[in-house]
């Protein structure tokens, strides 16, 4: 498990060996959640990034009728 410290300003950095290990880039922004006293860095992706990544997918059987409004 790797460590980080809350700086006197409040900033987190992320190690290097978790930056290339999730393929984070520099100015890269994050959703931030919180659960459970747990903090969640969710990394934002563009829309140009995301494009195709469920070609394939199967939607049946997801939704029942009776779930439409």
């Known amino acids: 498990m790797t460590r ?3 700086s006197a300003t409040y900033r987190v950095r992320i190690p290097r060996e978790v930056r ?3 393929h984070l880039k520099r100015g890269q922004e994050f959703q ?3 659960k459970g006293g747990i903090i969640h ?3 934002e992706h563009s829309l140009d990034e995301l494009r195709g990544f469920a ?3 199967s939607t049946e059987g997801l939704r029942d009728k009776s779930d439409r409004v």
């Open 4 to 6: 980080t410290k809350l």
């Open 20 to 22: 290339e290990s999730a």
């Open 32 to 34: 931030i959640i919180v």
């Open 41 to 43: 860095l969710v990394p």
């Open 55 to 57: 070609r394939g997918i």
